[in-house]
């Protein structure tokens, strides 16, 4: 009975595996930068169910939409050490945006039809997220 048991997990784990692989073939490709590296994307499903499984896999995570909750793309991004520095500016061109940055304090702002937001966090540890609505 066990080695039937066993045969029935077969697929499962197989299907599993694939779904993995699907969803990070659904990824942006990546774009290095100074100390980092960053990817936008979320549009459309399969990309942006990879881009919010990938959420937990990276330092910083960034989330973008109006205030009614719809999606928004084409936000000016500028991280920055918060002590000064060389930091990561970008166009996010979807919604969800993650980037690998080293642990350290950073100022994050994002701009959209003229209004700026800033959020300051600390990467180190586990995963963080700064969510912008315009």
């Known amino acids: 009975m066990s080695s039937y048991r066993s045969f029935l997990a077969l697929p499962a784990a197989l299907l599993a595996l694939c779904t993995a692989g699907l969803a990070q073939a659904q990824m942006p490709a990546w774009t290095e930068s100074g100390a980092g590296r960053y990817v936008c994307g979320g549009i459309g ?3 942006s ?3 919010r499984a990938a959420m937990a896999s990276h330092p910083l995570s960034l989330l973008f939409a109006r205030a009614d909750g719809a999606y928004l793309a084409s936000v000016a991004v500028q991280v920055r050490p918060a002590n000064g520095g060389a930091g990561l500016s970008l166009r996010a061109d979807g ?3 993650l980037v690998d940055l080293p642990a350290g304090a950073y100022v994050v702002e994002a701009t959209f039809e003229g209004r700026t937001q800033r959020r300051e966090v600390t990467l ?3 995963p ?3 969510d912008f609505r315009f």
């Open 95 to 97: 919604p969800v945006c």
């Open 128 to 130: 963080r997220s700064a």
């Open 49 to 51: 169910t990879a881009m």
């Open 124 to 126: 180190g540890g586990a």
């Open 45 to 47: 499903s399969d990309e």
